[in-house]
């Protein structure tokens, strides 16, 4: 069953002030859940990162706050406040927190 957006409807809303940094961790929030795909937000602590893996689809990322190194099979990316990267499917990749950062994922599966 599909899950209704954590977002308030018809609202704007600021992404970067809806999740909140935690100390030595990462804070995940999902904010839409449907069987096309799902929409999460994320808070990293500076160190903080996501260890190389594989996803079945496409997944984009945009960064909202700080900085991020994304490694995309291998390949290191830096991505910023207001920039945005996909990360192919099948293809491994990783995240590392240069900083203190927040980013949207947005993942479609069809």
Do not use: W
Request: glycine share 6%; with cysteine.
């Amino acid at each position: 069953m599909d899950n209704e957006s954590q977002l308030a409807k018809a609202k704007a809303e600021d992404l970067a002030d809806y999740i909140s940094y935690s100390d030595g961790s990462i804070v995940s929030k999902t904010l839409l859940d449907k069987k096309a795909g799902t929409v999460t937000l994320f808070a990293f602590d500076s160190g903080q990162g996501l260890s190389e893996h594989r996803a079945p689809f496409d997944a984009m990322v945009y960064i909202l706050d700080g900085c991020a190194k994304i490694f995309i099979a291998g390949k290191p990316q830096n991505a910023a406040a207001g920039q945005i990267i996909v990360m192919p499917a099948n293809i491994p990749h990783a995240i590392k927190a240069q900083e203190r950062f927040k980013m949207l994922l947005i993942m479609i599966r069809s």
